[in-house]
C-alpha cells in the first residue's frame, strides 16, 4: 500500500517533473556545444569604381569561418555532458527525498488514526464501568459521584479523540497534496508493528549516496571545464574566400578582359593577452578545493544524521517492548479489579486510574511505532 502511494507521487509530482526538464534542457546543451563560430557572411558595391587591367572592380562578397583549435568541440561536449550527469543526479535525490516525506506523512497518519481507534475502545470500556457503577449505586456497593467521575472521563476521552480528527484531516490534506490529488480519504494498515530483530546496516553504505555522488559530478565538471578552457585559450583558424565581381573594359580584346576575382584567405586568432584564461584556470582551482570542503562538511552532516535516526530507533524499540510490557501488567490489575467486584465493593477510583495508565502506554506504544518508522525513512534515504 505504501509502495503505491510512493510511486504515485513519483508520478505526479510536478517538483520531480521540473526536474526533469531541467535535466532534458542539459541534455540538449551537449547537442548546442557541438557547432561552430557564426558564418560571416559580407557583401559590399564598390561606390567609386577601382579600375584594373581587367575592368573595373563593381562589388566584393566576402565569407568567413573560425574553426576552433583541434579538441576544442569535444572538450566543450565533455562539459556539457558532465553538467547534464550532474544534473541527473538532482532526479534522484529528489524522489528519494519525496519517498521520505510521503513514508514519514503515512506513518503519521496512521498513528493519528490507530489513537482515534484506541480512545474508541476506552470509551466503550467506560461505558461498560458505567454500568457496572451504576449497578453497584442500587445495591450500595458504589456512589453517585463514582459515576459522575467515569462520565467526567469519557468526556475528556471524546474530547481528545475529536482533537485527533482534526489533526487526521489535515494530515490527510497534506498527504493528498504530496500524491498531488484531489481530497479523498487515505487508507492505512490496520496494524503495524515493529521487526522483532534490528536490520543490519553497515556506515559505508554512506559513501554512495546521491547527495555526495553530485559533489563528484560537480567536480568531474570542472575538471572538464579546466580542459576546456585549456583548449579556448589555443589559437583558432579562420578560412574564407573573397569574390571580387569585374566588369569588362569596353573597346578592348584580350584573354582576362572583366575576369572575376576569387582570393582565399586564411586567418589566425592568437590569444596573447591571455590573463582572462589564466584567471579562469585559477577560479576553477579555487572551485575544486570548495567543493571538496563542502562535499566533506555535508558528509559529516549526513553521517551525523545517519546516527542519530539510528540510536532515536532503537530508542522507539525499547519504548515499544516497555509499553508491551506496561498494557500486559495493566490488563492483568483490571481483570483483579474486576474479579473483587464480584465479592466486595469495586473502588472505581482504581478502576479510573488503571484505565488511565493502560490507555496512556498504549497511546505511548502507538507513538513508539511513528517514530521507529519515521527514523527508518530517514534512514533508508540516507543509506539505500
Keep these: 500500500m505504501l509502495e503505491n502511494y510512493i510511486q504515485q507521487a513519483t508520478e505526479n509530482s510536478p517538483q520531480v517533473e521540473a526536474i526533469e526538464l531541467q535535466y532534458e534542457v542539459a541534455k540538449e546543451k551537449v547537442n548546442a556545444a557541438n557547432t561552430l563560430p557564426n558564418t560571416e557572411i ?5 561606390v567609386s569604381e577601382p579600375e584594373t587591367r581587367t575592368g573595373a572592380q563593381k562589388a566584393k562578397i566576402s565569407v568567413r569561418q573560425m574553426m576552433p583549435w583541434f579538441g576544442t568541440i569535444t572538450a566543450r561536449e565533455n562539459y556539457s555532458s558532465s553538467l547534464a550527469d550532474a544534473a541527473y543526479v538532482d532526479i534522484v535525490i529528489a524522489k528519494r527525498q519525496l519517498a521520505m516525506q510521503v513514508t514519514q506523512t503515512y506513518y503519521q497518519l496512521y498513528a493519528l488514526k490507530t489513537k482515534q481507534e484506541i480512545l474508541q475502545q476506552n470509551l466503550e470500556l467506560l461505558n461498560t464501568y458505567e454500568d457496572l457503577a451504576l449497578n453497584a449505586v442500587e445495591v450500595d456497593k458504589a456512589s453517585s459521584v463514582d459515576v459522575l467521575k467515569l462520565q467526567i472521563r469519557q468526556n475528556e476521552i471524546s474530547e481528545q479523540r475529536e482533537l485527533l480528527m482534526g489533526d487526521e484531516l489535515a494530515m490527510e490534506s497534506k498527504f493528498n497534496n504530496l500524491l498531488h490529488q484531489e481530497e479523498q480519504p487515505i487508507m492505512v ?28 559530478q560537480l567536480f568531474l565538471s570542472i575538471k572538464k571545464s ?19 565581381a569585374v566588369e569588362e573594359r569596353p573597346n578592348m580584346n584580350f584573354s582576362d578582359n572583366g575576369k572575376d576575382i576569387f ?9 596573447i ?51 508491551q510490557k506496561n498494557i500486559e501488567q495493566a490488563k492483568d490489575a483490571e481483570e483483579i479489579l474486576l474479579k473483587q467486584y464480584e465479592t466486595d465493593q469495586l473502588d472505581f477510583q482504581d478502576v479510573l486510574d488503571i484505565q488511565e495508565l493502560q490507555l496512556k502506554f498504549q497511546l505511548k506504544q502507538v507513538e513508539a511505532i511513528k ?7 530517514i534512514i533508508n534515504y540516507l543509506s539505500n
Excluded: C, W
Design 226 to 244: 579546466t580542459v576546456l578552457n585549456q583548449a579556448e585559450a589555443l589559437p583558432s583558424v579562420g578560412i574564407g574566400l573573397d569574390y571580387i
Design 189 to 216: 494498515e490496520d496494524s503495524i508493528t515493529i521487526p522483532a530483530e534490528e536490520p543490519m546496516l553497515t556506515l559505508e553504505d554512506l559513501e554512495l549516496h546521491p547527495e555526495l555522488e553530485k559533489y563528484d
Design 273 to 323: 593577452f591571455n590573463n582572462k584564461y589564466k584567471s579562469v584556470e585559477r577560479q576553477l582551482d579555487i572551485q575544486q578545493n570548495e567543493l571538496k570542503a563542502q562535499k566533506e562538511n555535508r558528509k559529516n552532516e549526513l553521517d551525523s544524521r545517519l546516527k542519530e535516526a539510528l540510536q532515536q530507533r532503537i530508542s522507539a524499540r525499547i519504548s515499544y517492548q516497555t509499553q
Design 371 to 377: 517514530n521507529y518508522y519515521l527514523q527508518t525513512a
Design 263 to 271: 582570393m582565399p584567405m586564411l586567418s589566425v586568432s592568437i590569444p
Design 42 to 46: 559580407g557583401a559590399g558595391y564598390f
